[in-house]
């Protein structure tokens, strides 16, 4: 319920609905972008660009709309507010403040040329040809450095882009966690590497499409994605997206050679479907950014629980690998259970971050979190970023670099200005096992009823405590809120440690 003052009531509604009508234009936009990513013929591009990039500009007249501020100093200084009242005028307010600083031509020419930027990507990563995308990289630096200047040119730009991802942190605050984080990898992993080598060379065999298609969507159910509110597509690079509060759909991908990449891309994109359909932090709020994710890292932290936590455990395919198993056919036909889990948990020194076991893969962030940084402060150049990228490969992860479609053009996210992003997939391991230690000591037999495929318990306990929640809470407020203290990368080395000695 709204509280009582029936002035304040109309007030907040007020902003509620002009909120909700700048939720429907950015679902709108969603359905474009989707589109983008899975069905748009080659030659639709430009002029999709100009259709997100007037999407973009109304959602961007509807959230600076001056009403929008004029209600918000109505409301601030009200005392009787609700919890969830005062959180979401709290979260408006800035907002509010962020919006408005920026120009709607910035706003629309940034949709614009991310979407060209994003397509070039993707025809310079088939073509593996770092210069076709040069130019556009170029500008979505040029962009951003422009956006954080507009938010506040006060603060180092890299700060003020991470902001937009995970409130609150810094590349300072990254910077000591991530410090922590390596040598914790690194340990390990030098452990691992003096055992000897695991053999999943039968999960590196040819499985179709088709195929791989019926074990996503057969995992999809197995994981309790409602495949009534989404659907399943494929694209260069899978993602979850929320075109409506019913339809949250994820792709994924199909290598020939190497089906466990669809499989375990489309059990991650099913953790952030999840997450989205189950936000509901209070009836009165849906369709308003109090409805909304708290952050990136949070998100991650429920695709990555589901995609490793669960879906490499033991315990997950005690269940569930006769099904898979029997679609692979011949491939697995002589692979027990056991033989099949050791491998998909075979830890390795590789190039695609997407593909990374748990122990090497925060060394891939690292990577680009010191290479982003370095770029948006200046101090390195488009055209030194392949020689760059090899260079910190070779030092993180001893390998050499082949080509740049294995290095610098794999990840999407750059192409459409996403610099800030990579931190949270780290930071969300990180949360994801101290949300873990606590759900495992108040779900009694966890472990049991995963090995029996009721996923029931585990899926109500992450609606209750973190989906529902919505933005109500800060990322660390949330964190403590859950799991009775900041965030503590010891969770995530003690994971790892039980896991892999
Ligand atoms: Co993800």
Not at 114 to 134: E, I, P, T, V, Y
Not at 151 to 160: A, C, E
Not at 218 to 246: I, N
């Amino acid at each position: 319920m709204f509280s009582k003052g029936a002035t304040m009531r109309q007030e907040i509604a007020k902003l509620v609905e002009l909120d909700r009508q700048r939720t429907l234009l950015t679902h709108i936009g969603a359905v474009l972008g989707w589109d983008q990513e899975t069905y748009l013929p080659e030659k639709g591009i430009e002029e999709r660009s100009e259709q997100l990039s007037l999407i973009e500009g109304l959602a961007h007249e509807k959230a600076v709309d001056p009403q929008i501020g004029e209600l918000l100093a109505a409301t601030e200084a009200a005392k009787d507010l609700s919890p969830e009242e005062a959180a979401y005028v709290k979260l408006t307010r800035r907002e509010y403040d962020k919006e408005t600083k920026l120009p709607s031509e910035f706003v629309m020419e940034y949709a614009k040329q991310a979407s060209l930027s994003q397509a070039a990507w993707s025809q310079a990563k088939s073509a593996n040809d770092f210069s076709l995308f040069a130019p556009h990289l170029e500008t979505m630096i040029r962009m951003n450095k422009e956006r954080a200047a507009y938010l506040d040119s006060g603060r180092k730009p890299y700060d003020v882009l991470l902001d937009l991802f995970e409130y609150g942190s810094t590349e300072a605050s990254v910077a000591a966690v991530f410090s922590v984080m390596k040598k914790d990898l690194v340990a390990l992993l030098d452990k691992i590497a003096a055992q000897p080598p695991v053999d999943d060379s039968f999960l590196h065999v040819p499985v179709s499409a088709e195929i791989q298609a019926k074990m996503s969507r057969y995992l999809m159910d197995a994981v309790g994605y409602d495949q009534k509110r989404g659907r399943l597509d494929t694209t260069a690079h899978p993602f979850t997206t929320t075109l409506g509060r019913d339809d949250v759909r994820i792709t994924t991908r199909y290598v020939e050679n190497y089906f466990p990449s669809s499989i375990f891309s489309t059990i991650h994109e099913s953790g952030h479907a999840l997450y989205e359909m189950n936000i509901d932090p209070h009836p009165d709020f849906r369709g308003t950014r109090l409805a909304e994710a708290v952050s990136m890292a949070v998100h991650e932290s429920q695709s990555r629980m589901l995609e490793n936590f669960v879906g490499r455990s033991r315990a997950f395919w005690e269940k569930h690998y006769p099904a898979i198993q029997a679609m692979a056919g011949e491939p697995l036909a002589n692979v027990d259970v056991d033989r099949f889990v050791k491998a998909i948990n075979k830890v390795e020194r590789s190039l695609i971050r997407t593909e990374a076991d748990e122990v090497t893969y925060g060394l891939h962030v690292i990577v680009r979190f010191e290479l982003e940084s370095a770029i948006i402060s200046g101090n390195l150049a488009v055209k030194d970023i392949p020689q760059a990228w090899n260079a910190k490969i070779k030092e993180l992860l001893g390998l050499d670099v082949p080509n740049d479609r294995l290095g610098c053009l794999q990840d999407v996210h750059w192409s459409m200005g996403a610099f800030g992003y990579f931190p949270s997939y780290a930071l969300g391991n990180l949360y994801a096992a101290q949300f873990w230690e606590v759900m495992q000591e108040q779900i009694p037999n966890l472990e049991q009823k995963i090995s029996r495929g009721e996923l029931g318990d585990m899926q109500q306990w992450l609606k209750v405590n973190v989906h529902s929640k919505g933005s109500l809470y800060l990322p660390g407020e949330l964190l403590q809120k859950v799991t009775g203290k900041p965030l503590d990368p010891s969770c995530f080395a003690r994971y790892l440690n039980k896991k892999f000695s």
